[in-house]
């Protein structure tokens, strides 16, 4: 079995980002770039199928700019074998990369894709779902753990009440939750040698999607802030201070 | 024209994320309808009758919908999607599973977990972990989107809606519901409690968290955890609060050796009051909380217990 695993380039998790003064959009300029959290575990989760013999291949896709590239080489050095750049600048809503990954998934005949639940800049969740929908697949979001069997894939969900398990026919669409597994470093070697893997290049046109935004975003503000607070020296006025704010009775 | 809000519940009780909701949908059309899909659940429809300003109810009782699967309620929803132009469902593990499908389908762009309705075109939602707030212009015709419930009041109760049986639709046969293994708790839901007290890595153990139980308990707060007491397998999932966990925004929070990275920050910094127990006095939840207590806290936990007990707090609600 073909496993793809859509990957995106984000902002470092460990970096805040700041609101450019125009409100144009936040200022990416020189701040560290990395794979969205959730797609490395999307990753490590494809490469230990493909270690257990019950996928094949593992293909990565990107959708981004030039610097994506990187992106892919991250995933090819964790295990895997080849990787699909969908050359894009500028931002590409949840809608158009399903789209974009629907073409590819045609092309590529995949029987599971895994990717991140959301990505950790723009918040949206929705690629995986979009992209299970347009392609009349099942899906299994927010995976927790993973059991595949022939022509089927038990997933358990992290859900608001607790863990929820389907059973999905395959091929089908698995979105990546936290506790899924531990992505493992890239070790040096397995870095040079990504380098010497394959990656197809391709553009929307290629795959016959229009890619222009259709939201126009408006602005974009700092959130309001905290006012300071103060420190209080004893659990007694830690609850005089709350008792006076009337948060407790 | 009409929105329509998809419902939350578990077949017997509406969720108030629900109301919530509603309170977002009528500030982007207006009457609003609430789709009820679920499983002997006409008790569910008859409380989303109850909502003020709902015109009329749909209710789809159907086995297929016993477990709200993504892949059943997309093509129940697109076979009444004609009829409105928006449709909107919370920010819930059950409301982001099945959402985006619809849209997809649709052909929308969806617009996800707005907090504030501008214009009924227009909406802001945090994205970057909350540390920008983007105002986004959907483009013209169907609205698709998943409400932040913290961020809207309940709708009132006091309507009177009818409530309609709708055609169910048929099984698309992607997907099956194997099992379930829900926390229980006597506590009030993480997302509506008015005190959530929230434990971290710096508790150190499962067993540790006892030690906000009795708290909890006594101030009928929910207890919540930081990702990383969560992957230390302290609490189970459910219990996150932040980025990519749950958003919160109770009258306190109380977070309990959590240092307050971003992504916790950003399920929880919209809460009316902030208080923090951490030993480091350096630890980043200090610039945000409005109180904070440099303490170990093995030592402040049993001491604010006892505060709490002898002040009598907790016993007058
Ligand atoms: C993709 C992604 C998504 C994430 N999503 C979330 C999310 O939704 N929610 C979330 O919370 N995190 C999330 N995180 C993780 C986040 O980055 C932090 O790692 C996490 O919040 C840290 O949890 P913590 O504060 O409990 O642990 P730590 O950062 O280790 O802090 C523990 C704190 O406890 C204090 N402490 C220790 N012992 C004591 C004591 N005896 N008395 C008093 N204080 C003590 C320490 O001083 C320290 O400040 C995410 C990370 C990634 C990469």
């Known amino acids: 079995m073909k496993v793809l695993v859509p990957v995106k380039r984000v902002i470092d998790y460990n970096v805040k980002v700041r609101v450019k003064a125009d409100q144009s959009g936040v200022d990416l300029a020189n701040l560290k770039m990395s794979m969205n959290p959730f797609d490395e575990i999307a990753v490590e989760a494809a490469v230990k199928m493909k270690e257990s013999g019950k996928a094949t291949e593992v293909v990565i896709v990107s959708v981004g700019p030039a610097q994506a590239l990187d992106t892919i080489r991250t995933a090819l050095a964790m295990g895997g074998d080849r990787g699909i750049l969908v050359k894009v600048e500028g931002p590409v809503e949840p809608l158009a990369v399903a789209k974009l990954l629907k073409a590819i998934c045609d092309e590529e005949k995949p029987g599971l894709v895994l990717t991140g639940k959301q990505a950790i800049d723009s918040d949206a969740n929705q690629t995986g779902q979009m992209l299970a929908a347009l392609l009349g697949w099942g899906q299994g979001t927010f995976a927790h753990s993973l059991e595949l069997s022939d022509g089927t894939i038990k997933v358990a969900r992290e859900i608001d009440g607790g863990l929820q398990t389907v059973s999905l026919k395959l091929p089908a669409v698995v979105t990546t939750d936290l506790r899924l597994n531990q992505p493992r470093y890239a070790s040096l070697p397995n870095i040079m040698k990504a380098k010497k893997k394959p990656v197809a290049e391709k553009s929307p046109g290629d795959l016959g999607v229009d890619v222009t935004p259709r939201c126009k975003v408006l602005k974009v503000a700092e959130p309001a802030k905290r006012a300071g607070g103060v420190k209080v020296k004893t659990v007694a006025e830690l609850v005089d201070k709350l008792v006076e704010a009337g948060v407790v009775t | ?317």
Do not use: W
């Open chain 2, 1 to 317: 024209m009409t929105a329509l809000v998809i419902a939350e519940h578990d077949n017997k009780t509406l969720n108030d994320a629900t109301a919530k909701t509603v309170t977002a949908a009528a500030l982007v059309s207006s009457p609003v309808h609430i789709l009820v899909a679920g499983q002997d659940c006409a008790a569910v429809a008859d409380a989303a009758a109850k909502i003020a300003g709902v015109e009329k109810v749909l209710l789809a009782d159907d086995a297929l919908y016993a477990r709200m699967l993504a892949e059943n309620m997309e093509t129940l929803i697109l076979g009444h999607a004609d009829t409105y132009d928006a449709i909107l469902a919370p920010a819930t593990t059950t409301g982001k599973n099945y959402l985006p499908r619809v849209a997809a389908k649709l052909d929308v762009p969806q617009i996800s977990e707005i907090i504030a309705v501008v214009s009924p075109d227009t909406f802001e939602r945090p994205i970057y972990a909350g540390n920008a707030i983007e105002t986004v212009q959907a483009p013209p015709g169907k609205k698709i989107i998943t409400v932040r419930t913290t961020a809207f009041k309940a709708a009132a109760t006091g309507g009177n809606a009818r409530v309609e049986m709708i055609s169910t639709a048929t099984d698309p046969g992607l997907s099956r519901f194997v099992d379930e293994n829900l926390s229980k708790s006597e506590r009030p839901d993480l997302t509506s409690a008015k005190i959530v007290i929230s434990g971290g890595r710096g508790l150190g153990s499962a067993e540790n968290f006892k030690l906000l139980d009795q708290i909890a308990d006594r101030l009928g707060a929910a207890v919540g955890a930081s990702r990383a007491a969560v992957d230390a397998g302290y609490l189970p999932n459910d219990f996150q609060v932040g980025q990519t966990g749950k958003a919160v925004a109770p009258d306190l929070y109380l977070a309990i050796g959590i240092s307050g990275a971003i992504q916790h920050l950003a399920g929880m910094k919209d809460s009316r009051v902030i208080a923090a127990i951490n030993k480091d006095s350096e630890a980043p939840i200090f610039q945000i909380a409005d109180y904070g207590l440099v303490a170990d806290l093995f030592q402040a936990i049993p001491e604010l217990n006892d505060e709490i007990a002898k002040r009598g707090i907790g016993q007058k609600a």
